[in-house]
């Protein structure tokens, strides 16, 4: 009787969780349309076979510090410029967001994420707060990487630093002293993912 009566209950209890997890709206994706960037385009125009590219402004500069004494020489690295990128992709409205993946094209260092509801103001810039799934990690490979938002967004901000272009070092006037520019890392497509309205 008592085995029958617990049968009983873990039937009810299996089968009301099921019934739930059935009919939890399913996700869909927001379409291309629904999202722009100004400064990269390339990032939300559906398409996986265009690259948007952040723009960097800045290059590394590397000496060879000259100290007095006995000591060794030490090797300075300097950037000058900001080794940080960003760019921001707008929706068309406040829509509650699930989760974005993000197929990179490049090794995305330091890529963290931050959203705001609200249109541009004065103090917007002060709007955004930080998303701190998998925030402030290197992202490598070309596989997508989803990223847990569970907000309203009207502006999303992807920032990385931007990556050493090893090919175009140039010496500078100094005998050891070398510059290597700065170049964005790049991002194939961002995809926004919301619950389905019934």
Same mark, same amino acid.
């Given at each position: 009787?008592?085995?029958?009566?617990?049968?009983?209950?873990?039937?009810v209890?299996?089968?009301?969780n099921?019934? !739930? $997890?059935?009919q %939890?709206?399913?996700?869909?994706? &927001?379409?291309a349309? *629904? #999202?722009?960037? !100004?400064? +990269?385009? %390339?990032?939300?125009?559906?398409?996986l #076979?265009?690259?948007?590219t952040f723009?960097? /402004?800045?290059?590394?500069? /590397?000496?060879?510090? =000259? +100290?007095?004494?006995?000591?060794? *020489?030490?090797?300075?690295?300097?950037v000058?410029?900001?080794?940080?990128? %960003?760019?921001?992709i707008k929706?068309?409205?406040?829509?509650?967001?699930?989760y974005?993946? =993000?197929?990179?094209?490049?090794? $995305?260092? +330091?890529?963290?994420l931050?959203?705001?509801?609200?249109?541009?103001?004065? @103090?917007?810039? #002060?709007?955004?707060?930080?998303?701190?799934?998998? *925030?402030?990690? @290197? =992202?490598?490979?070309?596989?997508?990487?989803?990223?847990q938002i569970?907000?309203?967004?009207?502006?999303?901000?992807?920032?990385?630093n !931007?990556?050493?272009? &090893?090919?175009?070092?140039?010496?500078?006037n100094?005998?050891? %002293?070398l510059?290597?520019?700065l170049?964005? !890392?790049?991002? @194939?497509?961002v995809?926004?993912?919301?619950?389905?309205?019934?």
């Amino acid at each position: 009787m008592k085995m029958r009566m617990f049968g009983v209950l873990l039937f009810v209890l299996f089968g009301l969780n099921g019934c !739930a $997890l059935l009919q %939890e709206t399913p996700l869909v994706e &927001i379409p291309a349309s *629904r #999202l722009s960037c !100004a400064q +990269n385009p %390339e990032m939300v125009d559906g398409d996986l #076979l265009t690259v948007g590219t952040f723009a960097s /402004k800045g290059s590394i500069k /590397k000496e060879f510090m =000259v +100290n007095f004494g006995y000591t060794p *020489r030490q090797y300075q690295r300097r950037v000058i410029g900001s080794l940080k990128t %960003e760019t921001l992709i707008k929706l068309d409205a406040p829509t509650y967001i699930k989760y974005i993946e =993000v197929y990179p094209a490049s090794t $995305l260092p +330091n890529f963290a994420l931050d959203t705001t509801a609200e249109e541009k103001s004065p @103090r917007w810039m #002060l709007s955004f707060t930080a998303v701190e799934d998998k *925030r402030a990690q @290197r =992202v490598e490979g070309t596989l997508p990487v989803r990223f847990q938002i569970e907000r309203k967004v009207l502006y999303l901000r992807l920032t990385a630093n !931007a990556l050493e272009d &090893i090919d175009n070092v140039s010496h500078g006037n100094e005998v050891g %002293e070398l510059r290597i520019p700065l170049k964005g !890392a790049s991002i @194939r497509e961002v995809k926004f993912f919301e619950r389905q309205s019934l």
